[in-house]
């Protein structure tokens, strides 16, 4: 399950904002995946409530979101927003379609707190 060295690169990342904020503890991570990047939500869910105890994060909230894949056709402009019935060829003109987004992972956000 790579989604525990995913949680696991978040966490080092989350903890070095904290270290450098001088923060005590993490109050929430906010995550973005796209729907084509191969992480699972249910599995990172699953990977960062191991992960987190007794840590500065084990009460933090992790919020992921997932974002939906996108391509647009490099020809006509048209955006095509559905992973179900993927093909990588515009309805329109039938030329090839550029994902432009959905394959991504990012840190959104760390909420720190600076009290004990």
Known sequence: MHEMAIAQSVFD??????????????????????EFSGAVK???????????KDTPASNAEIEIEVIKLKAVCGECGEVECR???????????????????????TVDYIDLDEGE
């Open 13 to 34: 990342i989350a903890f070095g904002e904290a270290s450098k904020h001088g923060a005590a503890k993490i109050r929430k991570i906010k995550l973005s995946i796209g």
């Open 83 to 105: 992973l179900g019935d993927l093909k990588l060829s515009c309805q329109i003109c039938g030329c090839e379609l550029n994902i432009i987004a959905g394959r991504d992972m």
């Open 42 to 52: 249910d599995s990172l869910d699953f990977a960062f409530e191991v992960l987190k």
